[in-house]
């Protein structure tokens, strides 16, 4: 008797592992995205129609989140079609994604100047954003899927599976505004939903202090941040690479710095003329200094720019900058072949 009774509570502790196993194997987290994948997405996120451009470039795909843009900001959320494996991709800037578009960014959307306090810490100070990266993370906060009408964070509350992995990723100002969205859904997201969140970006300028950084790599141990050697874009705020590449591609020469006067010192290099302004609008100082995570830091080597021996134009000089900052150019640096044009 005493036998049996043995022989059935083994049995009964079988079974019960067996099923804690199948319960646990059932909840285990979806793989997240890899960077090549997410620079695929990136490309897409140009298009104009996000579900034609999936449909026709990553069958593989489907786009579950497609808002109307908030002055000027886009993101969507695509998931794989075979896993729980979910992306939220930031579209970068809205202006013409040319050579012209590049100047505009480059000369107008660094807003830069005036610094926002960032309240989505978990236990750093003193953290802040660009007043930039705050404008358009609060439009992206507006975004709200057509189909569903709800927003970013009550979409991924209610319609994205527990157990799903999901990508937070953008290139150039999408990548940007990255890092202040990841950070506001790692913080407020419920549990079961904030765990799952990873944050991959390509060429994209620093958007706070190092305090924010911080609370970023705290939050994303292993982010990954993408950086073309020959990107500016991409080095801000490193002062001194910028400085570097301004001179080796001719765009020192196009901005005529030399000429510049400011504040009654005369600079001949983008490196002091960028040191001078920062140091005297307070952008740079203790508190809040832009940083970018040297820990996410994953730099690409981009190929060697083509010499030329006659003098270069201003659209020439810019077109060269637009090459090394462009989607395609990350794209193709992970073997992702360019998209054609439609």
């Known amino acids: 008797m005493r036998k049996h009774i043995l022989h059935f509570l083994l049995l009964v502790t079988i079974v019960f592992a067996a099923c804690k196993s199948g319960k646990k ?10 960077a090549k994948e997410a620079i695929q997405l990136n490309q897409l996120i140009y298009k104009d129609s996000s579900r034609v451009a999936f449909a026709k470039y990553a069958p593989a795909y489907e ?29 970068g800037s809205v202006i013409e994604f040319s050579n012209e578009g590049f100047q505009n960014f480059i000369l107008q959307d660094f807003n830069i100047f005036k610094i926002k306090p960032w309240n989505y810490t978990d236990s750093v100070k003193e953290a802040y954003v660009s007043n930039g990266a705050w404008i358009g993370f609060q439009n992206l906060l507006l975004l709200r899927d057509i ?19 999901m990508v937070i990723t953008g290139h150039s100002l999408g990548g940007n505004l990255a890092y202040p969205l990841a950070g506001y859904l790692k913080k407020e997201l419920p549990v079961g939903k904030k765990e799952n969140l990873q944050l991959i970006t390509f060429g994209a300028p620093a958007a706070g202090n190092a305090a ?3 609370d970023i790599e705290e939050k994303f141990p292993t982010a990954e941040r993408y950086t073309g050697s020959k990107d500016i874009a991409s080095m801000f705020p490193n002062l001194e690479s ?17 000429k510049m006067n400011i504040y009654g010192v005369d600079s001949d290099n983008l490196l002091s003329i960028a040191n001078l ?6 952008v740079i100082n203790k508190t809040n200094k832009y940083v970018q995570s040297e820990k996410h830091l994953r730099q690409l080597t981009e190929k060697e720019l083509p010499y030329s021996a006659t003098p270069l134009s201003v659209e020439e000089i810019f077109n060269r900058a637009y090459q090394c900052h462009k989607v395609d150019m990350y794209a193709e640096l992970f073997g992702v072949p360019s998209l054609k044009e439609d």
Not at 147 to 165: D, M, R
């Open 25 to 34: 194997d059932e909840q285990q987290i979806a793989s997240f995205l890899s």
């Open 63 to 91: 786009v579950v989140f497609v808002p109307k843009p908030v002055n000027g900001n886009y993101a969507i959320i695509a998931k794989s079609k075979s896993a729980n494996q979910y992306a939220l991709v930031i579209r």
């Open 147 to 165: 189909q569903t009408g709800l927003n970013i964070k009550e979409f991924i509350e209610k319609k994205v599976e527990n157990n799903a992995s």
């Open 212 to 214: 924010f950084v911080q």
């Open 242 to 258: 910028i400085g570097k590449v301004a001179k080796a591609i001719g765009l020192d020469s196009v901005l005529q710095l030399g």
């Open 277 to 282: 302004v920062l140091e005297k609008t307070n």
